[in-house]
């Protein structure tokens, strides 16, 4: 009986979330309503301040000189646009999050990590964990190595 | 409380009698009882372990290679060798086609029969393992880094291509041995006139101490008889290769009968380093042939096939020194040689005893002319002068012999099904246990290198009838492991097997798991179709032949709508996948292509043809489940009528990919 009741509990919670989304008018655009929502997720499910969390791996911390890199960029550029981009637009939500502005609501050497060391990222850093949960997509770990990885966030820098 | 009681108690009662009572495997359950469990864990890897050894058996009419674990008896992988494989595309896809291209056209099936891994020194090296097909006479090299067939060439004026891929101890050569001599060069005459008109040819392929590269070396013209396995020479015996024949009685029809007159047959022992000699001097002829060798690329992701039009052969006949013939009774299947190279072993499945010949002897023979006699020109060694000793009463129908490397030989015997331990140099037996049923070969790793591995022995059954649960009129064929440590051997598991493996070879799991490819790098993809971003992903119309370039990673692809496609035309599919993550390939199928699926690795390109037969909007979609998101990785062609002019599109999310 206790067992039903859990269920029936459960499956309004899914019907009313279904309808939610059912009832949103055809016409609002995908990209407008994205960034927003996944803010809200991070933010209520991570109890972590996301500009200090560093995640997890390899990277403890990592610190910008003011300058951009210019040349650094330009290679991390070439290997974001061979390696990241059936994922990840500079331009919108794609099926990834855009890496505009990242350094506004991330740790740069948590955005290592979450480059250089994926699968331990979704599993154990909140942050991450919320993410995979919003969309669903894992992050892919495309074996880049600590140099390219370290060019593609100064490359993050650039995009405006 | 109580109903689950009674039944513990029942299911103890049932376990217990069926112990104790009289068993399949001629009582010796009994004497193991309570103590059977020490047996299994001796077989048992935990979830997560790894196993001790790779074991790779053939698939015999399956055409396939499969690799299993030992102890544990898991099977990890059916390695695609000679036959189509719509699991992984082989033999389906275009890259690969051409790897089952022969002098015949394309032959979709294949007899896969000895596999043989790669040696430095006499070791097993873990690199390579070669393999012989039966049917179509050919030999495949396959990679121990990314288990997937490197190369395939054809063996001409051969046919049966059965004493075969066995290589020498530096991976010098790997050889194919006909086992049916046919008319060289081939052409109408009575069959009648077998009889001196027929010939056998043994190959030696080269291979590459870097890339593996085979070569067609050149050929050895045999008296016509039947070939049927061979082993190489090694330490003192390096050099030399032997070859069990059966059939010198050169019979043609009912040879079940026919060819079982001759009291001997022979060994013919091939001195392979005097005919690189030969082949240096000249002596050889220069033959038109026609086969076809083909090469699979790492960097282009593809295969090529080249016809081939011409061999070296030398004649034995004629070449004194290139081969002597060793008497031995009686229709010989097995020719095993001892790790040190000393003894060649073999197994007359019709006579009464082993034959051991002794190296050393043969050498004295030779130099001493101690001959009785030849045939077609070829010494044949004097009996008494070459023999080293016989196993006396071993069994029924001995087939083959593997080493422990410990002074012990294993011998299977198909009609008693049993395998017989014995003693190297005493010829006495020390101890036999019976199999489940109708063994064929044996293997124990390294067992055809100067360091066998002597810990296991893996039997390979013809026949499981009531061993198993049942499945039809037809059966899975099985191997069964034993431990070979202690004096006596030790059953430790049965396991079902693919197809109907006829030899096996194995090695320590440390020599290949550690080198495994993991993934593709994108930027070593040398492939003319590859398409290297989402951004380079395009739909290219050349006449009729439309080549689309397309992408995948969890979980679409790039690009999902295309239209502008037409009845008529001829559709490439040329898909990378851009992952570069270990384990994550994505399949991709289109709604009546007349083909299989592709599974494409990490990194990897690979083109499916499609002929678009009718007007529609038509599917296609991901096969391998890939992610969370893997059932939504699906999109569409929209297919026109012939010569409309719907223009040709392509694109993602509704937007041009390029953006």
């Not at chain 1, 309808?19 to 929502?37: D, F, L, M, V, Y």
């Amino acid at each position: 009986m206790k067992l039903k009741a859990f269920l029936f509990v459960g499956l309004i919670g899914v019907m009313a979330s279904c309808g939610g989304e059912s009832n949103a008018p055809a016409t609002e655009s995908k990209p407008a309503a994205a960034p927003a929502q996944e803010e809200a997720v991070v933010e209520t499910s991570a109890d972590v301040d996301p500009m200090e969390n560093v995640g997890i791996g390899p990277i403890d911390e990592l610190e910008f000189d003011e300058e951009i890199d210019e040349a650094l960029a330009a290679s991390g550029k070439e290997v974001f646009e061979a390696k990241c981009t059936a994922c990840h637009k500079t331009n919108k939500r794609y099926i990834g999050p855009s890496p505009q502005g990242i350094y506004e609501r991330r740790n740069p050497a948590w955005v290592m990590n979450m480059i250089l060391n994926p699968d331990e990222m979704v599993a154990e850093d909140p942050i991450a964990k919320a993410l995979l949960a919003e969309y669903a997509s894992p992050m892919a770990n495309q074996n880049l190595t600590e140099d390219e990885a370290r060019a593609v966030v100064e490359y993050f820098r650039t995009i405006e | 409380m109580l109903k689950k009681a009674l039944y513990g108690l029942a299911i103890a009662s049932v376990a217990f009698s069926s112990c104790g009572g009289p068993s399949a495997d001629g009582g010796k359950k009994a004497t193991t009882g309570a103590l059977g469990s020490s047996v299994a864990e001796k077989a048992y890897v935990a979830p997560g372990e790894y196993d001790e050894f790779y074991a790779f058996i053939s698939g015999g009419f399956s055409g396939q290679l499969a690799v299993y674990g030992l102890p544990s008896g898991r099977l990890f992988r059916v390695i695609p060798v000679f036959s189509q494989d719509p699991e992984k595309g082989y033999g389906y896809n275009e890259e690969t086609k051409p790897l089952l291209n022969t002098s015949h056209g394309m032959v979709p099936w294949g007899d896969a029969h000895h596999p043989d891994i790669s040696q430095t020194g006499g070791k097993v090296d873990g690199r390579w393992v070669f393999i012989n097909e039966n049917n179509t006479p050919r030999i495949a090299r396959i990679s121990l880094k990314t288990f997937e067939t490197e190369e395939i060439i054809e063996i001409p004026n051969s046919a049966g291509n059965h004493s075969s891929s066995f290589v020498t101890e530096n991976s010098e050569y790997v050889v194919a041995g006909t086992r049916f001599s046919v008319p060289i060069p081939q052409r109408d005459i009575p069959i009648s006139e077998y009889k001196g008109n027929f010939q056998g040819s043994l190959s030696f392929l080269s291979i590459d101490k870097e890339d593996g590269d085979m070569d067609l070396a050149f050929q050895i013209r045999m008296p016509g008889f039947d070939y049927d396995l061979s082993h190489p020479g090694r330490g003192k015996s390096h050099g030399w290769f032997f070859f069990t024949t059966y059939n010198t009685e050169e019979a043609h029809s009912l040879l079940e009968v026919n060819a079982s007159q001759n009291d001997k047959d022979f060994i013919a022992a091939v001195n392979w380093k005097y005919a690189e000699q030969l082949i240096a001097e000249g002596k050889f002829t220069e033959e038109a042939v026609k086969y076809a060798e083909n090469e699979w690329d790492e960097s282009t992701h593809m295969a090529t096939s080249t016809i081939k039009k011409s061999v070296k052969v030398l004649d034995a006949s004629k070449l004194p020194g290139l081969v002597y013939f060793l008497p031995t009774p009686k229709s010989p299947h097995g020719c095993d040689v001892s790790p040190d190279g000393e003894y060649i072993i073999g197994s007359g499945k019709l006579a009464a005893e082993l034959t051991a010949h002794s190296f050393t002897k043969i050498e004295k023979a030779i130099a001493e002319k101690n001959f009785d006699g030849e045939a077609y020109g070829i010494p044949i060694l004097n009996y008494e002068a070459i023999n080293a000793g016989a196993v006396k009463n071993p069994g029924l129908g001995p087939l083959h012999t593997e080493f422990d490397g410990k002074g012990n030989a294993y011998t299977t015997f198909f009609i008693s099904s049993e395998v017989v331990k014995w003693k190297l140099g005493t010829w006495e037996v020390i101890d036999r246990h019976p199999v489940y049923y109708s063994v064929g070969h044996l293997m124990i790793p390294g067992g055809n290198s100067r360091e066998p591995f002597g810990k296991y022995l893996v039997a390979m059954n013809k026949i499981t009838k009531d061993r198993y649960l049942s499945t039809g009129p037809e059966v899975c064929q099985s191997a069964q492991l034993f431990n070979i440590e202690g004096d006596k051997m030790e059953l430790l598991l049965d396991f079902p097997t693919v197809g109907e493996p006829h030899y096996a070879a194995g090695c320590p799991a440390d020599l290949v798991h550690p080198n495994t490819t993991k993934i593709f790098k994108l930027e070593e993809n040398n492939h003319p179709y590859v398409t290297k971003s989402e951004k380079e992903a395009r739909v290219v119309r050349d006449g009729n032949d439309v080549h689309i370039y397309m992408t995948m990673i969890r979980s679409h692809f790039a690009p999902d709508n295309i239209e502008g496609v037409r009845v008529g035309d001829r559709v490439f599919f040329h898909i990378t996948n851009l992952e570069q993550d270990y384990d994550v390939p994505h399949g991709f199928s289109m709604i009546g292509a007349n083909t299989s699926e592709l599974l494409i690795m990490p990194g990897r390109t690979e083109t499916s043809m499609w002929y678009p037969k009718e007007v529609g909007v038509w599917p296609f979609y991901c096969t391998d489940f890939c992610s969370a998101l893997h059932q939504e990785m699906q999109g569409y062609v929209r297919v026109s009528p012939k010569g409309s002019n719907t223009p040709l599109t392509y694109t993602l999310d509704d937007d041009p990919l390029d953006m």
